[in-house]
C-alpha cells in the first residue's frame, strides 16, 4: 500500500518568510496529491492539490511541485502570516483506490510575528 | 449551510459503553468516509462507502460498524468502548471521480 512520509514534523518561521513542507510517497500508481490545513480544533481543509499530470500549481501566496520521478511532491508559503500558523497534511492516492488518502504525519508550522 | 455535519461534537462516556457518531453532508457526494484522528494528530483513514456500499475497510477492531442508510449519510457505532477509543472521528464526503475529499467539523471522543 501507500506510504507518505512528511517532513519536518514543526516548523518556524518569521512573518514574512517563506515555508516549505516535504513529502515523499511510494506508491508509483498515486495521481493525486491534496495539501490540508488544519487549525487548533477545527476541521481539515484543503487549500490546494495537485493531479500526476501537472508539475506544479499556484494560487496566490501557496504552491505545490510533484516531482513523479523521485516521488515527491512539496507545498511552498510565501510572505507568511500569523494566520498561516495550523498543522499541514500532506496525502497522496491512486484511481483505482476509491479515494483512500494515505495521509502524512502533518507539520506543525508556527509563524512568529 | 452546504457542509459535511457530525454529531455529536464531544462525546465523553465510559468504557464498556456502546456509543454512535452521525454524519450527513448535503454537498450531492456519492461517497462518504471515517477518519480517527489521535493524540499525535495522525489522520488514518477506517471507513468508505460509496453509493451504500462499503469500500474501504481498513484493519479496524470490528467493535466498530459503520452504516450507510443512504448516500447522504453514514453512521459509525462504536461497541465495548476502551480507553485507546478516545480520539477525534472526523467524516468526510467526495464524488467518486473527482476525489477532493470534505471534512466534518469532528467528533471528540473521550473514554473514562
Known amino acids: 500500500g501507500e506510504n507518505v512520509e512528511q517532513h519536518p514534523s514543526t516548523l518556524s518561521v518569521q512573518e514574512g518568510d517563506s515555508a516549505v513542507i516535504k513529502c515523499t510517497y511510494s506508491?508509483?500508481?498515486?495521481?493525486?496529491f491534496p495539501w490540508y490545513k488544519q487549525e487548533l480544533g477545527k476541521r481539515p481543509q484543503l487549500i490546494i492539490d495537485i493531479r500526476s499530470n501537472v508539475g506544479e500549481k499556484k494560487d496566490q501566496r501557496i504552491a505545490v511541485t510533484l516531482n513523479k520521478t523521485a516521488k515527491h511532491f512539496s507545498l511552498h508559503i510565501t510572505e507568511t502570516q500569523p494566520e498561516d500558523s495550523a498543522v499541514y497534511f500532506c496525502a497522496a492516492t491512486g484511481t483505482d483506490s476509491w479515494g483512500k488518502l494515505q495521509f502524512g504525519a502533518g507539520t506543525q508550522v508556527v509563524v512568529t510575528p | 449551510d452546504t457542509a459535511v455535519s457530525q454529531t455529536p461534537k464531544y462525546l465523553v462516556t465510559q468504557m464498556g459503553n456502546d456509543k454512535s457518531i452521525k454524519c450527513e453532508q448535503n454537498?450531492?457526494?456519492?461517497?462518504m468516509y471515517w477518519y480517527k484522528q489521535d493524540s499525535k494528530k495522525f489522520l488514518k483513514i477506517m471507513f468508505s462507502?460509496?453509493?451504500?456500499?462499503?469500500?474501504i475497510n481498513e484493519t479496524v477492531p470490528n467493535r466498530f460498524s459503520p452504516k450507510s442508510p443512504d448516500k447522504a449519510h453514514l453512521n459509525l457505532h462504536i461497541n465495548s468502548l476502551e480507553l485507546g477509543d478516545s480520539a477525534v472521528y472526523f467524516c468526510?464526503?467526495?464524488?467518486?471521480?473527482?476525489?477532493?475529499?470534505?471534512f466534518g467539523p469532528g467528533t471528540r471522543l473521550t473514554v473514562l
Open positions: 454537498l450531492g457526494h456519492d461517497t
Open positions: 468526510a464526503s467526495s464524488l467518486r471521480g473527482a476525489r477532493t475529499q470534505y
Open positions: 462507502y460509496n453509493n451504500k456500499e462499503l469500500i
Open positions: 506508491d508509483s500508481a498515486s495521481n493525486y
